[in-house]
């Protein structure tokens, strides 16, 4: 039987311990918690896929368009919780950084360069591999990131 490499798409963490996390960043960074910024955060804390600024913006627009949130102030906050690791980002070049919440089960990324499909997997034998090849070098592994990237079955059929 095959062990199925799937992942949880759920956070490690409550949404309230988030929140709080984030609370603290912002006050570390001597900015406000803004009704804007608390919005942004549950969006992607209740998001399961990787999303650009703009599709993030789009749904909050979409969500509570009585809020006047603008894209600078989505841009801002993404950048904010990535340099806090809060979130992660895959970078496309020149079209732009694809974003997740960084609070998941650790997972890699296998990457469609047609039309930027992004499949999240764990492999144990992948991880124990890595691990080994740190050791061998003689580096302790602190962390990693994989990206595998190719053309999506879908993509293949065109």
């Not at 001597?30 to 993030?56: D, S, V």
């Not at 789009?58 to 990535?82: D, M, V």
């Amino acid at each position: 039987m095959k062990k199925s490499n799937k992942i949880s798409t759920s956070p490690l963490i409550s949404y309230e311990t988030l929140l709080a996390q984030f609370q603290q960043l912002l006050r570390s960074n001597n900015l406000k918690f803004t009704k804007q910024r608390e919005n942004i955060l549950h969006a992607m804390y209740n998001h399961t896929g990787h999303f650009t600024p703009e599709e993030l913006y789009r749904f909050i627009k979409s969500e509570h368009p009585e809020l006047k949130t603008g894209i600078a102030t989505i841009y801002r906050t993404l950048s904010l919780l990535e340099n806090a690791g809060i979130v992660t980002s895959i970078s496309f070049g020149t079209q732009g950084k694809k974003y997740e919440l960084g609070v998941k089960a650790h997972h890699d990324h296998i990457i469609c360069t047609n039309c930027g499909k992004i499949l999240e997997f764990y492999d144990e034998a992948i991880e124990k591999r890595q691990e080994k090849i740190a050791k061998e070098f003689g580096f302790i592994m602190e962390d990693h990131s994989m990206k595998i990237f190719g053309i999506c079955p879908q993509c293949q059929k065109k």
